[in-house]
């Protein structure tokens, strides 16, 4: 009887891509915490060997040969078919690792050597191995030689057409085990993330056979292996961050002509409306609405892309000048309430007195609209709660909704880029908005913050420091 049902697998595309990406002589671990990380490892592992006309042998402990046999087959693998074909292969730890009766990694070793060398003569590409190692957390005599194992493996495996995936299960094995299990696996997969692995030693090092002065080596060329990886990144964000400047100026040309255009034929319509006009006009009149608000919708887009290149480049001025945050945050209210009937508008916002400060007035607006569209996306429709407020030297702009609220675990994230609470495919944009509001916010010395609890709502404060109004500062 099944103990588990094989879930479906996470769509991690990078993931099924590398598997099918592997190479003969690849020592992998996976350390994984569900049964979703597991099979979502295992499963691309063992199809791309059966596509690459490899042997596959899977070795059981934790779970059952049927139990990954139903795996297998609820994911599409004609099990019997690769079976008999001796293209697949399922064994017990009894019958690879004590098959002797205790486990020798030398033993072992051999008997890797003399199964890669049969699937040669059966004409198969290679061969290739997943081991759930919960195995050795048992009593048999030699499980205590599973590091000495795993080590030696880092020479049996380089040159030869064979590789392995070993399973580790987090919930199961010790920190000690783990950290061994990385000092042994030149690549890892941590859930569903794969890793060069810095932390990596040479058997010679596992095994403590490696003098002081080639292990000094080894950690100065792990250094540098990992500085060199920072400096392509750094280049791959430069270069994106390019592209998107370059890109968002190149639309920004055709958006401004089309923008003219739209803004032009609805000058026309409205004069023609003055005088008798003709039956096509009015239905002319509601799809150019529909147009234009697609075309600021797209612009803000466009604009929001040119803000996240500026940002990264550290080129975020701001102009200071005088203003009323209060008028500000009015004229905001307005224009976010343009899109609502006066039934259904949800702003109620606070009447105070006038509070100036100096500041960077379109900025500003721009930080206001984001807090009061973020409130509107996820406000479920509900009434929201504006006020201005200063306290000491500091302004207080707080937007209060009832909607949806956010998990604790999501409110470090949400003021990062491209990043969103929900799935993407709920709301539209691109979820930049709360980015940029943090760091106008930062510009001008301030900050944006967030309280929330699930499923009754989120308060949003932007909080700025008044600044004297120098004259020079002005200019």
Same mark, same amino acid.
């Given at each position: 009887?099944?103990?588990?049902?094989?879930?479906?697998?996470?769509?991690?595309?990078?993931?099924?891509?590398?598997?099918?990406?592997?190479?003969?002589?690849?020592?992998?671990?996976?350390?994984?915490?569900?049964?979703?990380?597991?099979?979502?490892?295992?499963?691309?592992?063992?199809?791309?060997?059966?596509?690459?006309?490899?042997?596959?042998?899977?070795?059981?402990?934790?779970?059952?040969?049927?139990?990954?046999?139903?795996?297998?087959?609820?994911?599409?693998?004609?099990?019997?078919?690769?079976?008999?074909?001796?293209?697949?292969?399922?064994?017990?730890?009894?019958?690879?690792?004590?098959?002797?009766?205790?486990?020798?990694?030398?033993?072992?070793?051999?008997?890797?050597?003399?199964?890669?060398?049969?699937?040669?003569?059966?004409?198969?590409?290679?061969?290739?191995?997943?081991?759930?190692?919960?195995? *050795?957390?048992?009593?048999?005599?030699?499980?205590?030689?599973?590091?000495?194992?795993?080590?030696?493996?880092?020479?049996? #495996?380089?040159?030869?057409?064979?590789?392995?995936?070993?399973?580790?299960?987090?919930?199961?094995?010790?920190?000690?085990?783990?950290?061994?299990?990385?000092?042994?696996?030149?690549?890892?997969?941590?859930?569903?993330?794969?890793?060069?692995?810095?932390?990596?030693?040479?058997?010679?090092?596992?095994?403590?056979?490696?003098?002081?002065?080639?292990?000094?080596?080894?950690?100065?060329?792990?250094?540098?292996?990992?500085?060199?990886?920072?400096?392509?990144?750094?280049?791959?964000?430069?270069?994106?961050?390019? #592209?998107?400047?370059?890109?968002?100026?190149?639309?920004?040309?055709?958006?401004?002509?089309?923008?003219?255009?739209?803004?032009?034929?609805?000058?026309?319509?409205?004069?023609?409306?003055?005088?008798?006009?003709?039956?096509?006009?009015?239905?002319?009149?509601?799809?150019?609405?529909?147009?234009?608000?697609?075309?600021?919708?797209?612009?803000?887009?466009?604009?929001?892309?040119?803000?996240?290149?500026?940002?990264?480049?550290?080129?975020?001025?701001?102009?200071?000048?005088?203003?009323?945050?209060?008028?500000?945050?009015?004229?905001?209210?307005?224009?976010?309430?343009?899109?609502?009937?006066?039934?259904?508008?949800? #702003?109620?916002?606070?009447?105070?007195?006038?509070?100036?400060?100096?500041?960077?007035?379109?900025?500003?607006?721009? *930080?206001?609209?984001?807090?009061?569209?973020?409130?509107?996306?996820?406000?479920?429709?509900?009434?929201?709660?504006?006020?201005?407020?200063?306290?000491?030297?500091?302004?207080?702009?707080?937007?209060?909704?009832?909607?949806?609220?956010?998990?604790?675990?999501?409110?470090?994230?949400? #003021?990062?880029?491209?990043?969103?609470?929900?799935?993407?495919?709920?709301?539209?944009?691109?979820?930049?908005?709360?980015?940029?509001?943090?760091?106008?916010?930062?510009?001008?010395?301030?900050?944006?913050?967030?309280?929330?609890?699930?499923?009754?709502?989120?308060?949003?404060?932007?909080?700025?420091?008044?600044?004297?109004?120098?004259?020079?500062?002005?200019?």
């Amino acid at each position: 009887m099944l103990q588990h049902s094989p879930p479906s697998l996470p769509k991690n595309t990078h993931l099924h891509e590398h598997m099918r990406g592997m190479t003969h002589g690849d020592h992998y671990c996976l350390v994984y915490e569900t049964p979703e990380q597991q099979w979502a490892a295992i499963i691309p592992f063992v199809t791309a060997g059966l596509e690459h006309n490899e042997v596959c042998a899977y070795i059981t402990d934790d779970r059952s040969i049927q139990e990954v046999r139903h795996a297998l087959l609820t994911h599409g693998v004609d099990v019997d078919g690769h079976v008999r074909r001796k293209a697949l292969t399922f064994m017990t730890k009894r019958e690879a690792y004590l098959s002797g009766g205790s486990f020798s990694p030398p033993g072992m070793i051999s008997f890797l050597g003399d199964t890669v060398r049969q699937a040669a003569e059966n004409g198969f590409s290679g061969f290739r191995v997943t081991g759930e190692m919960t195995w *050795a957390l048992g009593r048999e005599c030699g499980c205590e030689d599973l590091v000495e194992y795993e080590a030696l493996l880092n020479d049996f #495996f380089p040159g030869s057409r064979s590789l392995a995936l070993c399973q580790y299960n987090r919930q199961r094995f010790g920190a000690e085990m783990i950290r061994d299990v990385l000092r042994t696996h030149p690549i890892a997969i941590l859930g569903d993330q794969l890793c060069s692995n810095l932390f990596y030693e040479t058997p010679a090092m596992v095994l403590g056979r490696e003098s002081a002065e080639r292990r000094v080596d080894w950690m100065m060329n792990q250094l540098m292996r990992f500085r060199a990886s920072e400096g392509k990144l750094e280049r791959a964000v430069q270069g994106r961050d390019d #592209f998107l400047g370059v890109a968002s100026h190149e639309l920004n040309t055709p958006l401004t002509s089309l923008k003219l255009q739209i803004q032009g034929l609805q000058r026309l319509l409205a004069q023609r409306a003055t005088s008798p006009g003709t039956p096509e006009d009015s239905k002319l009149t509601r799809p150019l609405e529909r147009i234009d608000r697609q075309v600021r919708r797209l612009s803000q887009l466009v604009s929001d892309l040119l803000d996240v290149s500026r940002i990264n480049a550290r080129q975020l001025a701001l102009r200071y000048e005088p203003v009323d945050l209060q008028e500000l945050m009015e004229e905001a209210v307005e224009r976010a309430s343009e899109a609502f009937t006066p039934v259904s508008m949800p #702003f109620s916002l606070q009447p105070g007195a006038p509070l100036i400060g100096l500041w960077d007035r379109c900025r500003l607006e721009q *930080a206001v609209t984001n807090l009061l569209n973020n409130a509107l996306k996820y406000g479920k429709g509900r009434s929201v709660r504006v006020r201005v407020f200063a306290q000491e030297n500091q302004a207080f702009l707080e937007v209060e909704d009832q909607g949806i609220g956010l998990h604790p675990e999501d409110l470090p994230r949400i #003021f990062e880029r491209f990043e969103r609470a929900i799935n993407p495919n709920e709301v539209s944009g691109l979820g930049l908005g709360l980015f940029i509001t943090r760091e106008i916010a930062r510009a001008h010395g301030g900050t944006v913050e967030v309280r929330s609890t699930f499923g009754e709502g989120s308060t949003f404060t932007l909080k700025l420091p008044f600044m004297h109004m120098n004259p020079l500062t002005l200019r």
